[in-house]
């Protein structure tokens, strides 16, 4: 069965400083990987997506940046965190024909 | 206007209750309609997944469609407390992988004993 991983589940970060979130999908191959943020009371806003190695659309202009090293691989990075890049991040993967499967999420707070 | 609307709640039913929760939408090009449900910090997990109008049921969940309104509804029998959670719609135009979802803001559910 396919299952999405994504790491960690929680970070602290200071202003300024780098991001790495990472996601990993087993159990397929080739997926469409999406990174999400969801904000209180503002429902999920899609970031970006990627439909295979170093491809990727970017849905927002903002701070944040998103790569895709390996086929079940998606990071999302940043180079110097803002205050409002604090959210909770998810990484998303679908099958064709179905809906959105999600990751467990990482909540981020940037002090 | 959002292209889905939402109501946030929150809703509080008593265990054993009915519960409908409702999305609203503008776009009728969305053919694909999704129920997640989302426990506190944790990611949205897969409910339903239902195509163009009508009913899917799956259990205690059911999935109603009626395009011609632009209107889509979860119900959810014989609730529980284990139901409490925060409830997204989500649709899409396409099925193809690359067709965005997009999502209404979430209800949040409290089933009390």
């Known amino acids: 069965s396919q299952t999405i991983h994504q790491w960690p589940a929680t970070l602290v970060q200071p202003v300024g400083s780098p991001l790495s979130l990472e996601c990993t999908v087993e159990?397929?191959?080739?997926?469409?990987l999406y990174w999400y943020r969801q904000a209180a009371g503002r429902g999920l806003q899609l970031l970006f997506y990627?439909?295979?190695?170093?491809?990727i659309s970017s849905e927002v202009p903002q701070n944040l940046s998103a790569s895709r090293p390996q086929d079940r691989q998606f990071i999302l990075s940043s180079k110097k965190l803002l205050l409002s890049d604090s959210g909770f991040y998810l990484c998303a993967w679908n099958p064709i024909g179905a809906g959105a499967f999600f990751g467990q999420g990482t909540r981020l707070t940037v002090v | 206007q959002k292209e889905v609307e939402q109501d946030p709640g929150p809703l509080s039913v008593p265990e054993g209750a009915i519960v409908s929760l409702n999305c609203t939408y503008s776009n009728s090009a969305f053919q694909y309609f999704m129920w997640y449900r989302q426990y506190s910090r944790k990611g949205p997990e897969l409910l339903m997944y239902t195509y163009s109008s009508g009913n899917k049921e799956d259990g205690r969940f059911t999935a109603q469609v009626d395009k011609s309104s632009k209107y889509i509804s979860l119900f959810i029998r014989d609730s529980q407390p284990s139901d409490s959670a925060t409830y997204l719609c989500a649709m899409r135009i396409t099925a193809g992988t690359a067709s965005k979802l997009t999502f209404g803001t979430g209800t949040r559910l409290q089933v009390t004993l």
């Open positions: 159990g397929t191959s080739n997926p469409n």
């Open positions: 990627s439909v295979g190695i170093g491809q």
